[in-house]
């Protein structure tokens, strides 16, 4: 049984993580990426589903809801924490559904019928008490992590795999998985934009570069100038690197091949939260119908919907823009430095996610299939 | 995988992230925040609640310098209270950081016996709470710096020199002119580029010229650097010397005296400071009103990101606030009536009302406030509970909790509502008014007990106030409160006080600068400003010591020993000790009871105080020189005094008789000295002729006995 130090070290360990989350991004604190957020979330719910007390799926949800509600208020810009947090909630709602011996594939190819008169399994549902849900939840979770993090892909939606069948064809978590890719679509002397700094782009690109050569026009994306870091990178993996300014995007994009970025999030409309500056790209690759592709692993799927909530941007000190040392101006002038940018889906081409492409006019049909409707609402 | 892993052992260690690695094997990072000011710079509004605690963007201050400390990787604070004590531990024990989670311990030490940052290291000292390298802070610091590179560097060095470094000072780079930069804090450092060693430190305090020491100069290095674009942050890193440094040193009151101490003592100790100067971050001390308007407005300006007004980072329920474009925040259940308008870096608490056709810019409401129809606020900072009726005009003001302003109330730049304050209706306050509910009067009769428990004198004092009438034509009709008024007053402390609530100096006066930035104990030494030469501050510490020696008690060893650390930190030679030693004795009864005295009268007092500190002199009027040097000390005292030559013989034969001087000695200056006609003057002195006959008389009678 739990004993009481369990479960301070599982509130110590919830609460710096809190208190993580709300310094993150600041600079005054390592930056963490999305991946790793959202390893840790899982493995921080892992913990939450072995050691909490609770006796049936309804209370489990309970508690989650309960401190998944605390964790996206943290940090509301990091909504990857949120959509961990919808994908074990839909895990315990198919242990429960499978200790039932209610069939799985009813439950996942809900019927529009079905769909229209939601709610079919309600919450009072739940309060059936099995002694192995315990157990098999947190296998499911297991699933969960390493498909995020390590070792195999486990990519077959919500359906439970044994792990053998799985560990053959690929070998590492999303990133790569998204890496493999990336020959299918860079080929020989392209020229190749992107802007900032995103891993999963950077690991996507130098996995082409090691067969093919081609040339990467990186936009340093003004403030932070990720953009910077991301070129040396690639030069150092031997890829032909140039950097240019926000402001020449339009200028530089007649000669590109194909737009390759990153994202923070992918929204449920198939849109974009994505570094400042994305928008300018995205309408300039439209402009010279440019293809624009979207590597992003599945966690960064989330079913918010833009301008649905006030915290959609985010701003962070205006340093950046105007260093503090510049004196008596300060005091004059207001100064900004938001760090994203909407890019509605009209303006996208693909997706690239960790199990292949999609259209943006396919998300929807993920986001039913990643998490259960009744948990869009933490 | 490796790094999976070892990420996992390290969160699972510390608890956190962030802290480093070299945390594992160091012990943890303490913190010691000095929750007290010592001096009275928000006075009257610290009457009510300390300086820690008052709102700034509708979170106490205190708390900003706790989740700093945090979030740089401390992991046990220390906080040393003293005025109003209870409800800083009070306010401490509801908060987050004394939830049993927190990643740092607080723990709170109160006193009342705090009068400077020095007794708090004192005590820190005394104690032993500090293990290894700490953060000192004051608790109205407001920083989102990350110190660990600091601290890094400042281990280095430890490591590198074995405890020679004792100090490293926290600078923000931002260039003259900055509405951040605090004028009284205003500093010129001359740095060695490449170790960043602090050669020099010195307040401008309006100056226009600067002195370094020449030894700076010569002192070896290849590159120094004279900033003037540093921003004293009020953040250092220490080491437990640094507390032990203020044991020995029991003169140092603030860190301003430290450093001076440690850099003039360079030589004999060896210790040195460092600094270390961040571009990123943002740090800055509340240390006056219009310090709290800019750190106010730069924390709307998310310039300490990421403690924003919407990040909720003191975790309190229901503090949950929405941004929106031009910095503008609101609290849940905020309503805004038809047509007002939140222009720009406007932050409103929860359940605030506003009525209709308000225009409000650059400030910020507290929460469960009314603000009525037509009110025009701009830089306004409005705390909790406040009523304000219509047609109201506030410009960079400050009013504080559950005040009530009026109809057709103005109030120019600089004026404070401290609390419970009503003012109006239809008045206009002039620019710089400060009304407050406590009579400027009865401030100034316990001005001396300032920093004992308010209770009793609260109560005491709102006996008086029923005494005394409000003037509605101050107030207004229905006002309730005094103004405290700078110019109606001829007592120049609180013309001081009144500007320096919104910190400005109006004449750059080195003196009173330095009188103001000391705690206002009657019996504190004055500790003069760095400009005075060192012979003249010698002076006045021998001084000082002597005058604690005489109200302690102190043996005359002691008293000894203390000159003799003086005469070495201010590097003074003997010879000018004993001149000063003397002057300060003879002058002493003249210090203590004015320049009237009779000649009878300072025979009277300065007798038995010679008898006192005979053993002192004795220590060292030793060799021949020593005795000339004190007569001549002795000369150059009554040829200032003339009106006093008739205690002149009395003094000199009192000083013979303890065998301070010898008469061997006396004759020869007697003989030899005199050099101008005044001097001269002086050995005709009839009494002096006859006691140096009678020394004659009583040597060759010795002379002859002996043969």
Redesign the interface.
Known sequence: MPGPDKE?DL??????FL??L?????????LRSSAETA?ETTALLRRITAQARWSSAGDLMEIIRKEGRRMT?AQPSETTVGNMIRRVLKIVREEYARSRGSSEEADQQESLHKMLTSGGLSEENFRQHFAPLRANVIEAINELLTEL??LEPAVRLSVRLTSSATASFLKEGTTDNIAMQALEHIHSNEVIMTIGRSRTVEAFLKNAGRKRKFHVIVAECAPFCQGHEMATNLSKDGIETTVITDAAIFAVMSRVNKVIIGTQTVLANGGLRAVNGTHTLALAAKHHSTPLIVCAPMFKLSPQFPNEE??F?K?????EVL??????I??KV????PVFDYVPPELITLFISNIGGHAPSYIYRLMSELYHPEDHEL | ?AA?GGKQSR?GLS????AGEQDEEEPPLQAVLVADSFNRRFFPITKDQPRALLPLGNAAMIDYTLEFL???GVQETFVFCCWMASNIKEHLLKSKWC?????NTVHIITSDLYRSLGDVLRDVDAKSLVRSDFVLVYGDVVS???VSQALQEHRQRRKMEKNISVMTMMF????????SRCEEDDVIVAVDSKSQQILHYQKTQGLKKMQFPMNIFHCGTDEFEIRH?LLDCHISICSPQVAELFTDNFDYQTRDDFVRGILVNEEILGNQIHMHAT????GARVSNLLMYD?VSSDFV??????LTPE???TDREGQ?C???R??VYRGSGVSLGHGSQME??VFIDRDTSIGANCSISNSVIGNNCTIGDHVVLDHAYIWNDVHIASNVVISQSVVCDKVQVKQGVTLNKQCVLAYNVVIGPNISLPEGTVVSMHHPEEEEEDDEDEFLSDDAQVDQGKDKTKQKVFNPAEVGAEGKGYIWRASSLDDTEEEELSHCLWGLVLKPDPESDSEDSEPDGPDDPVIPSPEMDDVKVFQMEVLGTLQRGLEENIGCDNLVLEINSLKYAYNITLKEVMQILTKVVLEYPFQQQGPQLTPSQYVKLLLPLLKKWAPVFKNYVKRAQDHLDCLSAFEEHFLEQESHWTAMVKVLMNMYELEILEEEMILRWFSQGATNDQSKQLRKNQGLQKFIQWLEEAEESSEEDGE
Request: proline share 8%; glycine share 10%.
């Open positions: 301070t509130t110590e360990r919830l609460e710096a208190s993580d709300k310094r993150g991004g600041s600079g005054t604190g390592p390893r208020a993090g390590n006030d915290t941007h701003f962070v000190s205006p340093h260093p503090f040392t510049e004196g008596e300060l005091s207001n100064v900004h430095c | 995988m999976r969160s608890g956190r992230k962030g945090t979030s740089t939830r049993p989670t927190s990643p989102n710096i990350d923000k780079e931002s260039s003259p002119g900055h509405r674009d571009k990123d971050g943002y800019s300006r998310r310039w300490v990101y990421p990040s909720n980072f949950i929405t941004y929106s031009h910095n720009e870096n």
